[in-house]
């Protein structure tokens, strides 16, 4: 069984960064993808951004250049750098595990961009 956990939301005003981070916990293979996606009320969950075990990344248009994924291996940790911070970026963000075929999410954390 695998548990993630994140911490890092909040309150920031337009322009502004937060950080992100996420621990899993559990058996946990070695290879397996892990990431962020956001999901606002009443919208479909999207993905913002993923790392997969051998450092390959995949980040949604609308972040490229502001946000910045990174991932300490050896501690099955993923953590989110968001940068440039807009209005449109409020969300839930959810950290997930993708490992054999079977995806973990976790409980979600929420970032709110407001002056």
């Known amino acids: 069984q695998v548990q993630l956990v994140e911490s890092g939301g909040g309150l920031v005003q337009p322009g502004g960064s937060l950080r992100l981070s996420c621990a899993a916990s559990g058996n946990i293979f070695l290879i397996h993808t892990m990431g962020w996606y956001r999901q606002a009320p009443g919208k479909q969950r999207e993905l913002v951004a993923s790392?997969?075990?051998?450092?390959?990344?995949n980040y949604a248009d609308s972040v490229k250049g502001r946000f910045t994924i990174s991932r300490d291996n050896a501690k099955n940790t993923v953590s989110l750098r968001m940068n440039s911070l807009k209005f449109e970026d409020t969300d839930v963000y959810y950290c997930?595990?993708?490992?054999?075929?079977?995806?973990?999410w976790g409980q979600g954390t929420q970032v709110t961009v407001s002056s």
């Open positions: 997930y595990l993708h490992m054999r075929a079977q995806t973990t």
């Open positions: 790392m997969s075990h051998n450092g390959s990344t």
